[in-house]
């Protein structure tokens, strides 16, 4: 299989993985063949890539950090118990955090059981983003980025669940914002902007309250948006008075907010993703936890079609344990002209690079 950009499919292209929606249902199911409806609907959905079965890349197979079963489960999770809190809010009502935090626990046990058994680089694009449903999945995809992480760091089991639950907790205050603040395509007026920012007092208030999260999880909702150099909100802390936990959870929400497709612009590859990243290193973010950050993710994810510096073009086969920004991959052309496809290994090829992807051709924000 290889992974396309949705700018890029055709009609007739062959879906290699189904796509869901925020309710873990299967939208489009594997085998279904593109047609141009189709197409169109996936663009409105917010979907960004695809995998797409073809005969050249038939042998290439990508393993998913989350087993299906786990992935479904947790967006139902996710999505049941943010829809509480936000009914809730709107009524004026009190939350019971405590009813709901068991859930929410058993969510990040079994993401973090998944995540044990995965020992190869982490690649999430291809979940299927509805706008409305953006915030469900964005905490999904904070909390096994963060865990996996977090497990680069050494952190204990019973660590990690912290963690993992002030992840998947982190933006629980923008239940109280309006979505077409959150969602809005235009530049965002000052009192907007401060509305939103708020979201992390918000959740802070609302997880401190509650007997069964950790404070430090609440804590995390507190200061996932502060920065290392003080620029960042809603107190403005810096360096080490930003707890570890937040600071893994700042520079995967970033990670995460760029790569997924938002209704103001379209997503970037890993490797744009991670490039931001690395221009906020020793000002915004810790430059080792970049790096490490950058061994934890695949940069370059398998199916992805690249230019190699000598001419050569093909699809990234495999990945080369923590080298992640030098895969294996499936040479197919030649300057140009279609070859007997063989593997070249980056990783012993170092005079080789990867000089462009083709999903990035269409993707031009
Ligand atoms: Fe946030």
Redesign the pocket.
Known sequence: MRLRSIYSVAENDMLAKPIFNEHGQVLLNTGVKLTNNIIGRMKNKGVSFVYIDDDETSDIVVDEVLAEKTKQKSMQTIQKNFAEISNSMKLGKSIDMDKLSPSFSSVVKKVLEDIHQHDEAISMLTDAYCYDSYVFEHSLNVTIYSLALGKKYGLREQQLEELGLGAIL??I??MAIPLEVLNKTEPLLDEEFQLIQE??KI?FDMLRQSHTIPLLAAHC?FQ??ERLDGSGYPRGIKGDDIHLYAKIIGIV?VFDAVTANRVYRKAKLPHEGLELLYSGVNTLFEKEMVEQFAKTIAIYPIGLEVKLSDGREGVVAKQNGELTSRPVIKVLYENGKKVTPYEVNLMKELNVTITSCEATVSQVS
């Open positions: 982190h933006d205050g923008k979201h992390a959740g909702a996932h948006h929400d």
